[in-house]
């Protein structure tokens, strides 16, 4: 993984965005795509907002996506393995770069067809602890028609990043304004951000 933990920084460091196929191996992917397909079955998850706990504003003109919060205490095979692999991330992302992360929350996103989220920021106004984003992506067999893309805003050029499966995209949470362009059917990530205190 050290390899592939490694292009994913290089990248960021290169261009302010950090790619990396086969983040995800294609069996962990699957098997959390699964776990995310059986809570939307389930109407477990939630419509997502934008905002933190102290402001939060549920806007469906703004973003459409439907959301679950991972943790540890749902006790997951699966989703244990993400944390873990996530916890080798953040100690190599430490080592090599000393970037300070403390911590780290994620979430399930679902963009049902005809869904979207506007441009924005990661980070809130009132809370400066996310300092990088990233999201993996859960959808086998993407291809253009299906819509979906991340569109990062550059200050010179737009950057648009395709939702393949176990791809990883990293960015500071602070500097780039970017939007999920509309999906055109179900488009599956885990979505969060590495934070410090």
């Known amino acids: 993984m050290e390899k592939i933990f490694n292009t994913l920084i290089d990248s960021f460091i290169d261009n302010q965005v950090g ?4 983040f995800l191996s294609t069996a962990l ?3 959390l795509k699964a776990n995310l397909l059986s809570l939307y079955q389930n109407k477990l998850l939630n419509h997502a ?6 402001l ?3 806007d469906k003109l703004v973003r459409s996506d439907q959301i679950y919060w991972l943790d540890r205490k749902h006790n997951n095979a699966f989703e244990n393995d993400f944390f873990s692999l996530m916890d080798s991330f953040v100690a190599h992302l430490n080592s090599t770069c000393y970037t300070g992360i403390t911590g780290y929350e994620f979430h399930y ?3 049902e067809e005809g869904s979207f989220y506007k441009k924005h920021l990661d980070q809130f106004k009132n809370n400066g602890s996310r300092q ?3 999201i993996m992506y ?3 067999g993407w291809v253009i028609a299906d819509g979906g893309q991340l569109c990062i805003h550059h200050a010179d050029h737009l950057q648009n990043i395709s939702p393949i499966n176990g791809k990883s995209v990293f960015f500071k949470s602070s500097e780039l304004e970017h939007e999920v362009l509309l999906a055109n059917k179900a488009r599956m ?3 969060g951000w590495l934070k410090a205190d």
Do not use: K, Q, R, W
Request: net charge negative.
């Open 19 to 22: 790619i990396a196929d086969d």
């Open 29 to 31: 992917a699957a098997h």
């Open 49 to 54: 907002g934008t905002g933190n706990a102290l």
């Open 56 to 58: 939060v504003s549920h």
């Open 109 to 111: 996103a679902l963009y």
């Open 132 to 134: 990088y984003s990233m």
């Open 138 to 140: 859960l959808n086998a």
């Open 189 to 191: 990530s885990i979505t």
